[in-house]
């Protein structure tokens, strides 16, 4: 994916991953109170999703009245990876265990996290 999403258009593409179906604005309006944005603000922010092609306007779906429905093309497993590569890239030159030892040394992995990690990669590596 190399569309760039901002931290603006993250909060309304949460709502489209959290809800996982069609939305119209309408079911974005929460964005209104929870974020303290304007009308006007989140259907700027619809527009420029539907222009990077990372919403698109669902053809054929039941239109009641004026009222467009968009759905996710990027799922939040595609972005959290494309995020992810470009951080390593940018920061860490590609090496994901110099992340994660930034993350250890910063106090940000507790031994929790460790533990699931050492978990994780039991099953993935199969022993």
Do not use: C
């Not at 991953?17 to 974005?28: A, G, I, M, P, Y």
């Not at 700027?44 to 092609?53: A, E, P």
């Not at 039941?62 to 996710?72: E, F, S």
């Amino acid at each position: 994916m190399n569309r760039k999403i901002t931290d603006s258009e993250l909060a309304v593409m949460r709502v489209f991953w959290r809800e996982k179906r069609v939305l119209t604005f309408s079911d974005l309006r929460e964005l209104e109170k929870t974020v303290g944005w304007k009308k006007t603000t989140i259907q700027t922010l619809m527009v420029r999703l539907r222009d990077k092609g990372i919403i698109e306007e669902v053809p054929g779906y039941d239109r009641r009245g004026d009222v467009a429905h968009y759905i996710a093309t990027v799922t939040e497993q595609e972005y959290q990876l494309d995020e992810s590569e470009s951080m390593l890239g940018k920061v860490f030159d590609g090496s994901a265990v110099k992340m994660v030892a930034a993350l250890r040394r910063g106090g940000k992995l507790s031994d929790a996290d460790i533990a699931e990690l050492r978990e994780l990669f039991k099953v993935e590596g199969g022993s």
